[in-house]
T-cell receptor
Framework: NAGVTQTPKFRILKIGQSMTLQCTQD?????MYWYRQDPGMGLKLIYY???????DKGEVPNGYNVSRSTTEDFPLRLELAAPSQTSVYFC?????????????FGPGTRLTVT | KQEVTQIPAALSVPEGENLVLNCSFT??????LQWFRQDPGKGLTSLLL?????REQTSGRLNASLDKSSGRSTLYIAASQPGDSATYLC????????????FGTGTQLKVEL
């Protein structure tokens, strides 16, 4: 199993540009999450999904959108990039019935908005 | 407000020392608590998960304890090695908090030769 994979690893955006961060998991997990990590801070939840077709907001959803058309994929969309969205983005997944909500993380996408 | 705090923010110890990392949380109504390791520029690796009904979990040289009533968890690392150098994050799933993990800001550990 590859686990949770994220692309790209790094990206530089100009203010106002848009992009999609990709996340895929091959563990057949129903639950998926997007977090952001700012320097010296803990991770904060942006959006999460409990299954295909179901998404919900986390703590810091403004400026982002998500979709979940398949169990495997959970892309995160930035529509109008702002410097405040400079951060490291982590995708995670979990399967409550098997692992009691233990979350497994991808390697992250480092995004800079200038 | 449900918060997670980790003190100290940074810790430096000589190789071979046993050490304890601390995590405190503001609400005792938790579902579980998870300890992660993060290497520079990398993702998070899950180390241990403790359910609210458990008191401790062990994996190799790592032992995590949980005291819900006092809102505390500790991660004990025995016989530390330079390879243990990393940032250690504590995260809590609060009951009624949905599926969200609330993270502490981490303790950056350096084990010196």
């Amino acid at each position: 199993n590859a686990g949770v994979t994220q692309t790209p690893k790094f990206r530089i955006l100009k203010i106002g540009q848009s992009m999609t961060l990709q996340c895929t998991q091959d563990m057949n997990h129903n639950y998926m999450y997007w977090y952001r990590q700012d320097p010296g801070m803990g991770l904060k939840l942006i959006y999460y999904s409990v299954g295909a077709g179901i998404t919900d907001k986390g703590e810091v959803p403004n400026g982002y959108n998500v979709s979940r058309s398949t169990t495997e994929d959970f892309p995160l969309r930035l529509e109008l990039a702002a410097p405040s969205q400079t951060s490291v983005y982590f995708c995670a997944s979990s399967q409550p019935q098997l692992s009691q909500y233990e979350q497994y993380f991808g390697p992250g996408t480092r995004l800079t908005v200038t | 407000k449900q918060e997670v705090t980790q003190i100290p923010a940074a810790l430096s110890v000589p190789e071979g020392e046993n050490l304890v990392l601390n995590c405190s949380f503001t609400d005792s109504a938790i579902y579980n608590l998870q300890w992660f390791r993060q290497d520079p520029g990398k993702g998070l690796t899950s180390l241990l998960l403790i359910q609210s009904s458990q008191r401790e979990q062990t994996s190799g040289r790592l032992n995590a304890s949980l005291d819900k009533s006092s809102g505390r968890s500790t991660l004990y690392i025995a016989a530390s090695q330079p390879g243990d150098s990393a940032t250690y994050l504590c995260a809590v799933r609060f009951t009624g908090g949905g599926n969200k993990l609330t993270f502490g800001t981490g303790t950056q550990l350096k084990v010196e030769l």
